[in-house]
């Protein structure tokens, strides 16, 4: 087995800049609805209930989303909104590349004392190009693009990439997705807040297993560039 201490590193908010995307095409749907006479308040109760119900199948990213927004609409007896929410799909999958404070500066540290894999959930063409359009690539010894976290996805990790759940560190902006499951899985676990995370991805956080609190990425810093292997202390 491996003996290097592990980081797996979320993208999406906690990398760079992703969820403002889609909140920004969700506020602009629901400005279009309610201009149509629609009531703002429903038409989150449905595209949210829409969401939930689609997630099992459609997954993550923008294809996911604006499928939701088409048959939101749909169900809401709206049809002129069907080339705007094409449109709209087109715009989040190629969004730009804003990194998160701290993570440019940080990454390569953590490179030369740890070993990353990047561990995004959507699909591979979407994740990808973004890793590929952030220049931070070649920090990443592996990458994975999975379809749901959960304590399964963690676990075939483990089998995979023969990890050691004692040198292991999940990080992350999303207690259902980066935490609770790898915390379940035997790995430590980095909470950093992002300050709009998605509804669905909010959880409280297990009082199992350990976690650290950070505020930004920066911080990564004063935990993970030593040459020290196992738990933080």
């Given at each position: 087995m491996s003996t290097t201490r592990t980081l797996l590193i979320d993208a999406d908010d906690t990398l760079w800049e992703n969820n403002i995307y889609f909140e920004r095409v969700a506020g602009e749907f629901f400005h279009r609805l309610s201009a149509g006479g629609i009531p703002e308040p429903r038409a989150q109760e449905v595209l949210w209930q829409t969401e939930q119900r689609n997630i099992q199948i459609t997954g993550y990213g923008s294809r996911a989303f604006c499928a939701s927004l088409h048959e939101t609409a749909q169900a809401l007896g709206v049809t002129d909104l069907e080339p705007w929410i094409q449109q709209q799909e087109q715009t989040i999958f190629h969004h730009?590349?804003?990194?998160?404070?701290?993570?440019a500066e940080t990454l390569p540290a953590l490179h030369e004392h740890n070993r990353l894999i990047l561990v995004t959930k959507g699909f591979p063409d979407e994740q990808?190009?973004?890793?590929?359009?952030s220049g931070l690539a070649g920090y990443f010894s592996a990458t994975e693009v999975v379809f749901e976290k959960s304590i399964a996805t963690y676990?075939?990790?483990?089998?995979?990439?023969?990890?050691?759940p004692a040198q292991t560190w999940m990080v992350g902006n999303s207690p259902r997705s980066d935490i609770n499951p790898a915390k379940a899985a035997g790995f430590g676990t980095v909470f950093i807040p992002y300050h709009s995370t998605w509804?669905?991805?909010?959880?409280?956080?297990?009082?199992d297993g350990e976690t650290l609190l950070l505020e930004n990425f920066a911080q990564l810093a004063n935990h993970f560039t030593t040459q020290s292997i196992g738990k933080v202390k």
């Open positions: 730009p590349i804003e990194l998160m404070p701290g993570v990808l190009g973004k890793l590929q359009r676990r075939q990790l483990i089998a995979k990439y023969e990890l050691v509804q669905h991805e909010v959880e409280e956080i297990t009082p």
